[in-house]
């Protein structure tokens, strides 16, 4: 069966590469949230190849030149005088560090430019006295837990979680908390950070969108949504051990036995 333990020293790690800390084979928030949605999804996660992607390298890219400053900036990321990443001259350009074409870098530094001038990001960053920080801590004696926080406020209790997204209207935001799991990612670190003996309790996203005007706002999670998180991956973690415990009776998928399904209660409001 798969390792869940960490390789790496129980604490914090302030050096560490994203690379590093997404190779470890601990769970993080993003395996709790697969978890929520069915083993098979966790599984499918973890067996799925590390390719790069062009998300993933802009994202890097964005949180080492907003979290870290230019000189993080340059030694993390080559810019290449290619307009798209479809080029052989781009595909072929050998280096270790992430890869971005031109118009990628100007992006990135316009999100920055934007975060910088939205005043409560700004001061918010400012008072952050911790940034891209790791942590390894110890659940079960099955598996263990990693965070990565983007900036933290030891001061004030804050995580602060910068977040890039094609509308951050509050309308729109809320659905995508939900969609995409941001209460469960803020309850993951709040409770991970408390495990290493990090004093926080609330979580705090900076939201800039990708496209101009590039708006940006400032979330703080609701501790009632941030307790939803909580119970929502208790209940994964203990699917999870159900599962390491009795794989053949557990299964993977949604269930295994014949349910019954009906429409949503609103088809019956709505009416013929």
Not at 20 to 25: E, G, K, L, Q, V
Not at 118 to 147: K, M, N, P, Q, Y
Not at 198 to 224: C, S
Request: net charge negative; aromatic share 10%; charged share 30%.
């Amino acid at each position: 069966m798969t390792q869940h333990k960490t390789n790496i020293k129980i604490g914090w790690h302030d050096d560490m590469t994203n690379a590093d800390y997404h190779r470890d084979p601990s769970l993080s928030s993003t395996s709790v949230k697969k978890l929520s949605k069915s083993v098979a999804h966790f599984l499918h996660y973890k067996d799925a190849e590390d390719e790069a992607s062009k998300a993933l390298d802009v994202g890097t890219a964005a949180h080492a030149l907003i979290l870290e400053g230019h000189d993080a900036y340059r030694k993390q990321v080559e810019v290449i005088d290619i307009k798209t990443r479809r080029s052989k001259t781009f595909k072929e350009f050998d280096t270790d560090k992430v890869k971005l074409t031109v118009f990628e870098d100007q992006d990135v530094h316009q999100w920055r430019d934007a975060v910088f001038a939205h005043h409560a990001a700004r001061t918010l960053l400012e008072a952050c006295d911790r940034r891209e920080l790791s942590g390894f801590f110890e659940l079960t004696d099955d598996f263990d837990g990693r965070v990565r926080l983007d900036a933290v406020s030891q001061t004030d209790g804050v995580i602060v979680d910068l977040k890039t997204t094609r509308d951050a209207s509050p309308d729109n935001f809320a659905r995508d908390l939900y969609k995409f799991g941001y209460h469960q990612s803020g309850a993951w670190y709040i409770d991970g950070a408390n495990r290493l003996g990090l004093d926080v309790e609330r979580f705090v996203i900076i939201a800039v969108e990708k496209y101009a005007p590039h708006n940006v706002v400032v979330y703080e999670i609701d501790l009632n949504a941030i307790a939803l998180g909580r119970a929502q991956n208790t209940a994964a973690l203990q699917r999870f051990e159900e599962w390491l415990a009795m794989p053949e009776l557990v299964g993977t998928s949604y269930s295994d036995k014949v349910e019954t399904i009906d429409v949503p209660a609103w088809a019956y409001r709505k009416g013929a």
